[in-house]
């Protein structure tokens, strides 16, 4: 079964919405959560790395005050995409890793954001 | 810098016909090394890993997958390809020193002819 939950698998807003993303570790906890976004036929772009209790670690050209993330507890991250204009528009995927190379990363099933 | 390279973007085969898709890594030391599959609008199965040892690995579905430190490669494979196999599959890498963070390569997209 999943070991990561991913919620909402589709959400279709109107422009200037802040729209929520939620990323559960089911059975584990993680310190750390990982947060790609996913283009039409492109390959997964890590947009932030959040850690439970800090501040989380943006990737160079991520704009923190439009995707905001938060990390409240050892098992929900949250990821919000603040005045969402048609360009955010995407397939966002979040993961938390293992803490072993064997396994790196769990990966949620992806929330598909559409902004009109 | 640490990458990914998969130089198809896509590929087509018929069923039943046998499939290699091309994988190379960068940076000197040996990563540990994965290929993901996506089928549309999901998110990411683990097919198979290679860390070291044996460097024909086998996975699920089918799938297998040589490692070559000569040419940086890690190709998957498969002997006979079904329609279900059609789909988004990615390479990725990891670096010990990049804290699980995993490096994916730019998918390659699987199209199955009948």
């Known amino acids: 079964g999943a070991v990561v939950s991913q919620h909402p698998s589709w959400v279709i807003c109107k422009s200037g919405t802040s729209v929520k993303i939620e990323c559960r570790s089911l059975?584990?906890?993680?310190?750390?959560m990982f947060w790609y976004r996913q283009f039409p036929k492109q390959s997964l772009m890590l947009m932030a790395t959040?850690?439970?209790?800090?501040?989380?670690?943006?990737e160079q050209g991520v704009e923190k005050d439009k995707f905001l993330i938060n990390h409240a507890s050892l098992t929900l991250s949250t990821l919000t995409v603040t005045s969402a204009h048609p360009e955010d528009s995407s397939f966002y995927i979040c993961s938390a890793p293992t803490g072993t190379a064997s396994q790196p990363q769990h990966f949620g099933d992806g929330t598909r954001l559409s902004i009109l | 810098a640490q990458s990914v390279t998969q130089p198809d973007i896509h590929i087509t085969v018929s069923e039943g016909a046998s499939l290699e898709l091309r994988c190379n890594y960068s940076?000197?030391?040996?990563?540990?090394l994965f290929w993901y599959v996506q089928s549309p609008g999901q998110g990411l199965q683990l097919l198979l890993k290679?860390?070291?040892?044996?460097?024909l690995v086998q996975g699920i579905k089918g799938f297998e997958a040589e490692f070559k430190r000569s040419q940086s490669s890690f190709n998957l494979r498969k002997p006979s390809v079904h329609w279900s196999d059609a789909a988004e599959y990615f390479c990725?890498?990891?670096?010990?020193?990049?804290?699980?963070?995993?490096?994916f390569g730019s998918g390659t997209r699987l199209l199955v002819r009948p």
């Open positions: 990725a890498a990891l670096w010990m020193d990049s804290s699980y963070k995993l490096i």
């Open positions: 059975d584990f906890q993680a310190t750390t």
């Open positions: 290679y860390f070291s040892g044996d460097t």
């Open positions: 959040s850690n439970e209790g800090s501040k989380a670690t943006y």
């Open positions: 940076y000197g030391a040996t990563p540990y």
